[in-house]
């Protein structure tokens, strides 16, 4: 097929890709893409977000910058009456140089008069160009709406599937802070159980340890006191007066059978059993339970 000439070539540079014709006040998109000020601004409202017709890509907002030598340019070829729409009506079969009013339908191209009756086209289907035009537009109506249609159910959807993801994000945070503050609440009732367990702990141990420290002390005075008399009785045997060493041994016999009490070891123990581990676990979630069945039941 032969090339485009330079006309041809040089007016594609001016066609909006939109309306397929000259730029009307043509803007400029981040991606460098051209389009007609309107008909950008239709294709975003129809579409509901900014995105580029050609390569897709989103814009976070609607920037558009004038194209100044784009419009001058088209605005030249206004003036040359080179309109692509025009120009579309005149073209003409590059073998045959006849003008293209029939459109194969089972080649799919457009053809001349003679070209239909070439051997190439024999039995082939034809019907005129602006008939076959209608006929793809209506059909590419039907998918448009068909598409369209597709899209409001997917946008339907998709806003119900974000409702549900909230719903569940909210549920989540509401059980996380139901389990939070229960786990707050058990953690107080231990601290408040252990501070409870080791109170009982101390008096335990006092009214244990408080009648065993008394008899200590009682057994300690009396080791006391007998290691006086022992020290009195090596220095009565030294005494070398007979008469004094006997008044002295009668006193001695008198004093200590009045002094000396008799005493025994106190012997009392824990009872470790209650603050046994596996008896404060039991407690402990016992009364763990009591308090959350006494504790609200909703969350």
Not at 11 to 21: A, G, R, S, Y
Not at 32 to 61: L, Y
Not at 65 to 81: G, Q, S, T, Y
């Amino acid at each position: 097929m032969a090339s485009k000439g330079p006309v041809e070539s040089l007016t594609e540079e001016v066609i909006c890709p939109v309306c397929l014709d000259l730029f009307t006040d043509p803007v400029l998109l981040e991606c460098g893409h051209n389009f007609c000020r309107s008909c950008i601004t239709r294709c975003w409202e129809r579409e509901q977000r900014n995105s580029c017709p050609e390569c897709r890509k989103e814009f976070a907002d609607r920037t558009l910058r004038v194209n100044r030598a784009l419009a001058n340019l088209a605005e030249k070829f206004r003036n040359l009456d080179l309109n692509p729409k025009g120009m579309e009506s005149k073209r003409h079969c590059e073998e045959h140089e006849e003008e293209l009013k029939l459109f194969c339908e089972t080649d799919k191209t457009p053809i001349c008069v003679i070209c239909r009756d070439a051997q190439e086209h024999r039995e082939h289907r034809f019907k005129p160009i602006k008939e076959a035009v209608k006929n793809y537009k209506d059909q590419l109506k039907s998918v448009l709406d068909s598409l369209t249609k597709k899209k409001s159910d997917f946008q339907e959807k998709e806003q119900q599937q974000k409702e549900k993801i909230s719903g569940v994000r909210k549920q989540s945070h509401s059980v996380q802070t139901h389990i939070t503050s229960q786990f707050a609440e058990l953690r107080q009732i231990i601290t408040d159980k252990e501070q409870s367990l080791l109170r009982d702990l101390r008096k335990e141990e006092a009214r244990i340890l408080n009648p065993m420290e008394k008899n200590l002390r009682e057994i300690q005075e009396n080791i006391r006191f007998i290691q006086e008399e022992i020290t009195k009785l090596k220095e009565q045997m030294d005494q070398e007066d007979s008469v004094i060493f006997l008044k002295e041994e009668a006193r001695r016999n008198r004093r200590i059978n009045d002094d000396i009490q008799e005493l025994s070891v106190t012997d009392e123990t824990l009872q470790v059993e209650k603050f046994d581990h596996l008896y404060l676990l039991k407690t402990v979630l016992r009364e763990t339970l009591d308090a959350i069945n006494r504790g609200p039941q909703s969350w």
